[in-house]
């Protein structure tokens, strides 16, 4: 009987996967679509993680440095799988070098850490013209500047006198499907107006919300810093419309605080995109036939006890393929999911 | 920068900005705002809230904000329907929005505001009877053009006023211009408080008349007292 484990992703999730494998005695195959490893933390050059701030970078680093070299990991960069056929503890899998050609692989149980992508505002409302407007963007584009520690009006490459972050986009929306909360916007949006705070002591940046979701000890560690020692406003009501005026863009909304209508300049409005499942995600949910939820994430029907089995035995989910999760959350699944398929593969064998 | 409409136009921002920087100065300001998360526990909390149009809960969120259009538009309205009750210091996250009005409404006292002229006038009578007598309120004062809220049985009081006060215990002397007596030592010393800590100055900066009096007459007892003026 096959005695590898098959790991799907090589973002947080997949690779704290791998190293929990390889350290408790097994075998994984780690298979990444790009050509290096990090996920969506690398890929979108995450600056700081929430809640402490600590570079992105160096926390993949480590966790990068924890897969590679490692005889019990084997790492199959730029490669995808295309098909597979079999059933708990004797998959068999193929998986091709991007443009190569396929490979047979015999696995005995899989773990799926294809992630999430970004909403992409623009996809079918206009509503906040990110496409129409460079001083219109997302809380990745804004992680980006970030990153090189900076924070302009990508207009002009000037200082912003005003940023405003808008919460829930493409989040608790009915008419675009998704109903559910991303559950970390509101912490990375507080985190980024920190930053750009520290940046820009002279700029004002306000945060318009439908209410603030920080959990735990996000509400100490993001929330309460931001509005006590950084002055970030938060204010709620959320905006129904950007117009141009001049070079500054003019934002509509409620000040439901005050009770009444409020229409204000803002020099740069961060959108807080939520999250929605990969192509990666939707593309291993065909291949290995599971269920997705009405979203499109993977369906992990044995929630709330059991959050990493998927729909069909022996195949394992972790991290936001199952639904919106901070990084906390993805790791946590990414040793339980290791630890089911393992255990999976030994009873297996 | 405010994202409220401009009510007072013909106030320049500066001079607005330069009030509510006066505000934000004040020693005490830090320990009344930290941050607020619109639960509305300070308006459930606030008597004034269910008679006036007013809410703790914008007051902090304006000040959060540092909104000056807004904080100054309060400064000469809202502040003047809060009680002082500090009921709203129940808030979770420590702030203390009568504590803001505080400091708002002596902003706009120390520098003559006409909304604090107004929202003080009646107040004159009762800081002339402390000083007069030492005590803030009289029988006699009890009359229902001056106190319409306290209901439809001011008249039938006021009306029997002297007997009234004979079924009160002796100590209130049975008067009806004073309500109890003040030695003349506690009067002055009083007064002495009141210049010394600049509330003397509040008065000149609302109502000069009132001042002038109370100077006049506080001369000559200070004088009779054999204190050197």
Not at chain 2, 57 to 67: E, H, L, S
Not at chain 2, 187 to 207: H, N, P, R, S
Request: aromatic fraction near 8%.
């Amino acid at each position: 009987m096959a005695k590898d484990v098959l790991i799907v992703g090589g973002g947080p999730a997949g690779l704290h996967a791998a190293r929990n494998i390889a350290d408790i005695g097994g075998n994984a195959i780690l298979v990444e679509q790009r050509d290096v490893l990090g996920g969506t933390p690398d890929e979108a050059r995450y600056a700081a993680l929430t809640p402490h701030l600590e570079s992105a970078q160096d926390a993949l680093d480590e966790m990068r440095a924890a897969v590679i070299d490692r005889p019990e990991i084997d790492l199959r960069l730029g490669s995808t799988v295309l098909e597979s056929s079999g059933k708990a503890g004797d998959f068999k899998v193929s998986v091709a070098k991007n443009g190569g050609e396929a490979e047979q692989l015999d696995v005995g149980s899989v773990i799926l850490t294809t992630g999430f992508q970004h909403f992409d505002p623009g996809r079918e409302t206009q509503m906040y013209g990110y496409y129409e407007n460079p001083d219109v963007i997302t809380l990745v584009d804004a992680e980006k500047m970030l990153s090189k520690h900076e924070f302009v009006r990508p207009s002009n490459g000037e200082k912003p006198e005003r940023v405003a972050f808008i919460q829930c986009v493409g989040s608790r929306d009915r008419r675009l499907g998704n109903e559910y909360c991303s559950k970390v916007c509101c912490g990375i949006a507080s985190k980024e107006a920190i930053e750009i705070r520290k940046l820009l002591p002279d700029t004002k940046v306000y945060i318009f919300y439908i209410d603030m979701r920080m959990y735990g000890y996000w509400e100490n560690q993001l929330y309460w810093p931001a509005q006590e020692e950084h002055n970030v406003i938060y204010v709620r009501g959320i905006v129904t419309e950007i117009l141009k005026r001049g070079d500054r863009l003019l934002m509509k909304g409620e000040d439901t605080t005050m009770g009444r209508p409020m229409e204000v300049e803002m020099d740069v409005i961060v959108l807080s995109v939520g999250m929605e499942p990969s192509a990666g995600t939707r593309e291993m949910a065909r291949v290995f036939d599971i269920e997705k939820n009405k979203y499109g994430f993977i369906h992990t029907p044995g929630e709330p006890m059991d959050p990493v089995s998927t729909s069909v035995p022996g195949v394992y989910v972790a991290g936001a393929a199952a639904g919106p999760k901070d990084i906390e959350d993805s790791i946590g699944m990414a040793s339980a999911a290791a630890m089911k398929a393992l255990a999976m593969v030994r009873s297996a064998g | 920068m405010t994202l409220a409409p401009n009510t007072y136009t013909d106030i320049p921002y500066e001079e607005k900005a330069k009030l509510i920087e006066e505000v934000m100065a004040d020693h005490r300001y830090g320990e009344h705002l930290y941050g607020c998360y619109e639960c509305g526990i300070c308006v459930a909390a606030c008597p004034s809230a269910r008679f006036y149009d007013f809410s703790p809960r914008k007051i902090a969120q304006a000040a959060a904000r540092q909104d000056v259009e807004l904080m100054y538009e309060q400064m000469n309205d809202d502040v003047w329907n809060c009680s002082q009750c500090f009921s709203c210091t129940r808030c979770p996250r420590g702030n203390n929005p009568g504590g803001i009005i505080t400091v708002l409404r002596e902003v706009a006292v120390r520098n003559g505001l006409a909304s604090a002229r107004d929202a003080l006038e009646g107040y004159g009578r009762v800081v002339y009877k402390i000083m007069s007598t030492g005590t803030q309120v009289s029988p006699d004062m009890l009359q229902p053009n001056a106190f319409p809220d306290w209901g439809p049985h001011v008249k039938a009081i006021s009306d029997n006023v002297e007997t009234w006060r004979k079924a009160l215990p002796p100590e209130t002397l049975h008067t009806t211009s004073t309500a109890w007596n003040v030695d003349e030592k506690t009067i002055i010393e009083l007064y002495l408080i009141w210049q010394a800590t600049g509330v003397m100055d509040m008065i000149g900066e609302v109502d000069e008349g009132l001042h002038m009096i109370l100077e006049d007459v506080m001369e000559d007892v200070l004088d009779e007292a054999g204190y050197e003026t």
